[in-house]
Every structure is written in C-alpha cells, then in structure tokens.
C-alpha cells in the first residue's frame, strides 16, 4: 500500500503563491507518475499537473501553465506543486496521486496523464482557498 500524504494547503490573497508537498513512501516518486488533482466545490476533480522521473516527463493542465511547477525530490520521496499568481478559481482540494507510466515507442519512452482513474493512490487531500 502507498500512503500519500499532503501538506503546505493554506488561505492566500489573489496573487499570492502557496507550496504544497506531497510524501511518499521510499522509492515512490522515482517509480511512479505522481500527479496533483484538484476538485473546486461542487465540480469533478481534474488534473493539474503530473511528473515522471523528474526532467524525464511533466505535463500540466492548461489553466496552470505558466503559474504552476511541479518538481520532485527523490532523496526526501516529495514531490511539489509550486503555485504562483493564484486566483480564486484555483480553489479546491488538492490531491496528491500516484499511478504507473503509460509506455511506448522503441526505444521505450514514458508518459504520464493527466486523468485520474490512471492513478492508483491517492492522499487525503489539502485545502487551498484563494480570496479576491
């Protein structure tokens, strides 16, 4: 079992930026797709942004390209959503998940997607409200 556990969610002007922190247990996030979703109030959780192996494959949704990062750190099994020039859209429950690579290609390449019934775990989730 792959416990995924989040952190960093908090209450931000429009603007402001916020970290959030996804841990994983050894060996998760060099093995997995790890992705962030989110589900705003009354709406379907989307993607927002996956990472394979680091510089290997990211990919993110459009609504956060430009304003997001994701970034991994194998040696402390975190992955990160570095969120900057947030607006009040961007508020909702943000989910850590963890899924398998699709593969293809000769010689094999790796990708990620960003749609949830791909990922297998998931964490609890952290809150992130954006006031206007």
């Known amino acids: 079992q792959v416990q995924l556990v989040e952190s960093g969610g908090g209450s931000v002007q429009a603007g402001g930026s916020l970290t959030l922190s996804c841990t994983a247990p050894?060996?998760?996030?060099?093995?997995?797709?790890m992705g962030w979703f989110r589900q705003p109030p009354g709406k379907e959780r989307e993607g927002v942004a996956t990472?394979?192996?680091?510089?290997?494959?990211?990919d993110y949704a459009d609504s956060v390209k430009g304003r997001f990062t994701i970034s991994q750190d194998n040696a402390k099994n975190t992955v990160y959503l570095h969120m900057n020039s947030l607006k009040p859209e961007d508020t909702a429950m943000y989910y850590c998940a963890a899924g398998m690579p699709t593969t293809f290609g000769v010689p094999m390449r790796y990708s990620c997607e960003l749609v949830a019934n791909k990922y297998t775990y998931w964490g609890q989730g952290t809150q992130v409200t954006v006031s206007s």
């Open positions: 990472i394979y192996r680091g510089n290997t494959y990211t």
């Open positions: 050894e060996y998760t996030v060099s093995r997995y797709c």
